[in-house]
């Protein structure tokens, strides 16, 4: 009875490990741009970007909605401060890249100068 339990938690434990190892190998990827035989991603420069991918089909400003934690002080109530949630516009810029017939649009969100996100878009024709 006992060995079996052993083999079980191994069993277990090596699952485990090896679903966070692909999950972090599936993140890994979904944040990086494939030009040229380089990778470009998260924290990259646009100025980096330009130079390993080149100009993308399409550049976009966009508000992304970010949620803000902000403190309302009121005299009218006591017990101190309160806190309230809102939306707020995070103004970003999305670069479209194509990376060839059949194959996703590569759509890289830049803020405050650095590549802030990588993802998949539409399929190309």
């Not at 990778?39 to 991918?53: D, E, H, R, Y």
């Not at 399409?58 to 934690?69: E, F, I, K």
Request: aromatic share 8%; net charge positive.
């Amino acid at each position: 009875m006992k060995h079996s339990r052993r083999r079980f938690a191994r069993a277990a434990t090596g699952l485990s490990i090896a679903a966070t190892a692909l999950l972090a190998c599936g993140c890994a990827a979904a944040q990086s741009l494939a030009c040229n035989g380089y990778l470009v991603g998260k924290g990259a420069s646009p100025a980096t970007l330009l130079q390993t991918c080149g100009e993308p089909v399409y550049r976009q400003a966009v508000c992304v909605p970010m949620v803000q934690l902000g403190w309302v002080l009121t005299p009218y109530r006591p017990g101190g401060p309160e806190a309230v949630l809102a939306n707020q516009c995070v103004p970003m810029e999305e670069w479209t890249y194509d990376r060839g017939p059949g194959t996703f649009f590569g759509i890289v969100r830049l803020y405050n100068g650095t590549i802030e996100s990588v993802r998949d878009g539409d399929r190309g024709r």
